[in-house]
């Protein structure tokens, strides 16, 4: 109780959007169920992607490569699943692939001091010409990627649509979401993964190796951009195109921003964001506006609520800074 | 308080008591940085920002090299293609020339806004703004003299540019919105306003595919043989944005903003006003880019695709660059000659044209990992300022 | 399967064994310029160059393509082929209509075919606009669906809001009406952006939610962005059953395995053989400058041709036929 | 006058000053002592700067020993090196008959080694209590046991009598209160040597008594203590050993009780240093920054200063005390313009500056040499001849317009080197190469050079060592004869009296005391700054 006491304008928010949301519900269950749905489908990525930056600017490595992370890993998915006739196989290959991404970026940034923001869009461009030099077209996947209804919680009205019937890598993100918040504020390597990323220094003298945490959470850290990726290309679709991640991997750093680096405000920033996008859709050709000031109303919105909300979030304290042992204290 | 056992000071200033009794303590410009070397190896080491991004493209070319092998192309022939056409041939040095001049002018949309330690991904909004406005402003005075419509649509672009820019700065100064996302959003935000305005107001009737009317005859940019009249203006900017950045009181508060905010504050400068201005500046660049290539590049309208990646590639080019004003010159040169040149390359070998970006990938790499500059210059390596500190601020 | 490789280096002049020399009279040269995209873009890209390559044996041509990557190179990728003096350039899309025009009246021994690119008055002696009706192939999937639908709603998703995607949303909407004046059409575009037609995860999402609020037919009419529509349909349960999707372009049962599960037909703007038609014109020396019109209809029904009704199949078949011969408007005014 | 005069460490002059003035009345026996930490020849360069050379020293158990040495003398370097932050070029380190290398912090803590560093190293956004069990967690199933850390801080507080509230987040706290958690998280770990690094440059007066009591408990319970200062009354409090530190090396060493202040300053700078401020009789003028019931809104909206009136003449020095955090951050930031004041009224010469930005404070003839001169004072990575013009880049001559002057520039900084005795490699050498000392210098030489009628001076030697203050405090006397009105703020109370001709004592945001400087008390003082009035 002490935690809806601190957290009173969470709570109050969630309350209030819950009970919309129920009430939009009775009024066309069609409508609230395929818009909500819409919006988590949208905001899939877009939460994966923004976890990868969270792990990684937690620990105070700042990550512009998370599109061309999803991007590579959209690619090694789809062809791996379609060569080896294995889903299993296109996603965990996925999500190896973000691992590798990740890893590409801590090497670089931690190991070899290179800048961060350069590191990442190394990797953006890097992506953008391995995935189109290396494409081929005429590839299917063996098979769709299979639904899951979660047992009990699929029955809830709406929430059990939305969220609790849908494929393995959106229940994955949906699991991801609190499993890092809890590892983040509530365990020892969330705990530490914090200290490195505000004051790596207070961490090094207390005895934690800044740069070795650094490498690990970095590159496992891109797990997430990897499923995001296989999401893309094996779940919300089922295929791969060049530049398929259309902006996403940059959509999912501003989320990541909105939602203060914090995984439960991300995924509700991110379903802020998808919820505005079904709106717009929705709302095509029903009101008589022109078309292309409806689409924009996702960002414009979001502009809106930063610029109101303004002053609320913070970065991490070291993220950007490399570190360098023996010079910081 | 006195200490009744302290001589009493008889006047002699204590400085030269230090500086006689005591050795200034060792106290150089780098501590604990071994002295410059002399010679020949004295001006590699002072010229080396210049020496390193050489390096880099040439490994980088040899990296691609065996790229193009394992498409079963010859690397040398595949390069000379590329090369000559870029440099050899009088279209494609026009070519090149033309694809510099938005990159240079996206690139200092980037590098201005870096050194107040701010990170502008906007400047893709910023050109189309400053394109759509350019448009806009020639076609309502189309009666005037050409010289002077082409005057006024580069003075719209600017002013389309830097409004758009400004709106992510004054959010930035007045309510702390990250400018990485304020900028994404106004990406966006522009394509879709655009997008109406070539479909309605701006649209030209005779063209069933949304584009606005086209430059008016007098206005369009014409070559002074294979140099674009943009090239100039471009290059004339780079210098002038150099030299604003370190001759001028204003680049002194944009370069103190950036390197330490406190102090700027402390120092008297406006952080605020300062941020919109950057802002503003870049957006204007930006924006007088779009212009340009609306009154210089064929088919001389708003079309879909005037901005290309352009806004994206200034990142690019400003990393490149190691955000250096003068350096988008040369790393604009190198961009647009490998694109100029991609589309002879694959005529002449089938060669794909995205190795171009692979090259520049593993370019960036290597300009931007330490590893050249250690190999070669070993403990003399300049240390190169971080751009990505400024981000959680 | 019309995926005859595009990609697999024809686009190149590695094959030198191939290559002659364009300028004697003996060598038949086709080159095709792309839109910014490239050959396997599953879309009017591929098209051309599969409508080029599929008369190539025919008429012994030799054959290549450059990919435009931004569409400030047309002119200069134009130029590739007319330097290395190509008798027949064709150039893909509308946006590279001015580009040709220019080029027709600088080489005016070059033969150039600008595929969706209408020739206004003054029309040049050396070019000639290879058209199709989308509204026409929009018409008759549209009528399809309409009859088909059980209901009564069905849904199309677009990519950017342009002409093009205009023509087939209006058939689309009209046909469907016209079948059946009961049924309501869900349209949407893709916001405006770098990716409007390459956006196949926001194309599923749309169709995810159409299909929820009760569409049973998804036209996709978008490129990419529309493939995304229909691959999420094809995913959905009742697939092929009670719920079908509709393909653009081309023919998309070659292009698109994906949605075998539900695609029924394609609103198909017969683009390969429009090509395929004006090279042989060429050939033959009895093209004409001007217009060319394409013909546009449905695709074949595949597998579905047991699920298609008798006499839906006969009502759309009269309804292409009277488009073709000009007496069905469509109701669409470019 | 910061380091007191030697009567004042041993008489006991204070109430709050410790009892044990000197190392012979403490109470561990000699035959229990054993040698707990040796150094032999421990060497550390940084390219051609000797940091540490050749050091060889010992601590025994129970033992304070103190490291004193000018800046830049190696003193952090020395202890960095025992904490296994940085790795010795040479020499060995043996502790408790040890002598393996030291691998790292981690290696050090295992090792009994505690160390609160001259530089906090705790997380700002993190709580106490999660500061407290950083690196050294404990977990139930996976989860921090968190409950367990309030406890743990609650009973380290408990122990060493330090006050700290575990819920609180660190960048909350007033620093000295982060020093105790600094101080608390050492010794969380069971320690037998405990560094610290400059611990009592940021604590008052009371706060720095409470220190040394705890340290000589500590001592007296077996724990060995290295102690590093530049306050030579510390020393002689504190210490039974003194290692005198000079460009890298060991220049002497001496028990506390065979030296006095004057002795160790000596050895220290090498030269004989003049321990007290030399200044004739104030004769001040005019009015010239006159306060008015000033309010001021701190970091967190609360009232900082809280109807503060005060008055400043021309030719004198006043100085404000107080404990820190009352107030004098925010009142200092308001008058510089740096912190809009939320009611109140601010005249400078008759002028309203009370909405006045900084350059427009500075334009009216504000000098002001700020708390933290690594954050406001300098820009670490610009030229000095650039930092000593960072307020006045856009002025004539430094500026032509819009066009600045390089060769003005230069120039200014190269007259300034010579008066004020700025020792670096050059004009165009970075500002953050230098040592603190010289670049308090700099600061100090920017903000008197340009004729200041109001010089703003807050902390102004803070972690600066003797010679450097004993020149910083000349010119400040210097400045008040030329004419300039003085405002002092330090939480050095030996500062203010040596320096002063009229105290203002702060408590609560506002002024609870004025009294002439001359003949004030320093017990009298200390007991209005704890609030007692
Ligand atoms: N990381 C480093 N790189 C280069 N030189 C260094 C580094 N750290 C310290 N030095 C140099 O080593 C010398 C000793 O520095 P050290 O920090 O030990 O001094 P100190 O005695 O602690 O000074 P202070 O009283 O200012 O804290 C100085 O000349 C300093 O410039
Ligand atoms: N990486 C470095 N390179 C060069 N000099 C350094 C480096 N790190 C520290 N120094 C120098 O070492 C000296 C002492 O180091 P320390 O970290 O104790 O600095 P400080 O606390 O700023 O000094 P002071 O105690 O005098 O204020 C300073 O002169 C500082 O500038
Ligand atoms: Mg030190
Ligand atoms: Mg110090």
Redesign the interface.
Known sequence: MEWVKRNQITVGATVVVLVAAYVFYGINSNVATSMFSGAWFFAVPLVLGALTGVVGERSGVVNIGIEGQMLVAAFAAFFSASASGSLVVGVLVGMLAGIVMGAFLALTTVKGLMDQIIAGVVINIVATGLTSFFYRPGKVLSANMPQWNVPILSNIPLIGDVFFQSGPIALFALVSVPVVHFALFRTRWGLRTRSIGEYPSAADTAGIDVIRMRLVNVTIGGIFAGAAGAYLSMEATGGFERGMTAGRGFLALAILIFGGWRPLRVFAAALFFGFTNALASQLQGVVNIPQQFITLLPYLLTLVVLAVAAGRVRAPGAVGQPFVKGEGS | MADPRDEPSDGTPVEGAVATETAPPPVLAERGAPPPPTGVLGLLVREQSIIVPIVAVIAALAIGAVLIRAQGVNPTYAYQSLFTYSFGTADGLQATFEKMVPLILCGLAVVIPLRVGLFNIGAQGQLMSGAICAAAAAHAVREAPGFLIAVIAMVAGILGGAMWASIAGALKATRGVHEVISTIMLNSIAAGLIDYLVNGPLKDPSQSYPSSYPAPDGAKFQALGFVPIGLPIALVLAILVAWMLRRTTLGFQFETIGRNRHAASYAGIKLGGMIVLAMAVAGALAGLSGSIEYLEIDPYRYQDGIAGSLGFDGITIALLARSSPLGTIPAALLVGALRAGSSTLMFNTGIQPEIVDMLLAITLLLVSLPIIAKLIFRRHTAKSSALASSWGS | GG?SG??T??????NSAASGDCSSAQVFCVGLVTD?G?V?D?GFNQAAWEGVEQVKGELGAQT?Y????????????I???TD?KYDVIVTVG??MA??TR?AGKQFPTTKFIGFDQ?Q?DPVVPNVTGLIFHEDQAGYAAGYLAGLMTKTNKIGVVLG????PTQAYAAGYENGAKAANPGVSV??????????AF?????????A???L???SDFIFGAGG?TG??AL??T??TNGAGDKIFCIGVDLDQWDT???AHPCLVTSAEKHEKDGIGELLKQIKGNTIKPGNFFGTAGIAPFHDFDSKVPADVKTKVADVVKKLEDGSLATGYK? | MSQPAPETATGGSTAAAPETGSATSRSVPQAQRERLLELDGLSKSYGTVHANRDISLHVERGEIVALLGENGAGKSTLVKQIFGLIKPDRGTITIKGDASPIKDPRDAIRRGIGMVHQHFQLVPVMTVAENMILGNETTSRGVLDIDGARRLVRELSEKHGLRVDPDAEVEDLPVGTQQRVEILKALSRSVDLLILDEPTAVLTPQETDELLKVMKELAAGGTSIVFITHKLREVLAAADRVYVLRQGAVVGEVATADTDARGLATMMVGRDVVLRVDKDEATPGEDVLSIRDLVVLDDRQLRAVDGFSLDVRAGEIVGVAGVEGNGQRELVEAIAGMRPPQSGRIDLLGKDITKANPHETHVAGIGHIPEDRERHGLVASYSLADNLVLNRFSEKPFANGFVRDFDAVRQNAEALFTEFDIRAAGVSAPAGSLSGGNKQKVVVAREMSFGPKLLMAAQPTRGVDVGSIEFIHRRIVAARDTGAAVLLVSAELDEVLSLADRIAVIHGGKVVAEMPGKDAERTEIGRLMAGDH
């Open positions: 995926t595009p990609a280096g024809s686009g190149g002049g590695t910014v490239k396997d599953k290549k450059v990919e435009t990557t931004d569409p400030k190179d047309y002119a200069k990728n130029k590739q082929f290395a509308f946006l001015d580009a220019a209408f206004a950017q809001e342009i002409p869900s349209k949407v575009y893709h916001p405006a952006g770098q990716n390459n956006d196949p995860v926001w194309g599923a999402g749309e995810k939610k159409m929820a609020q009760g990419g493939n995304g691959q999420e094809a995913k698109l395995p994906a470019a």
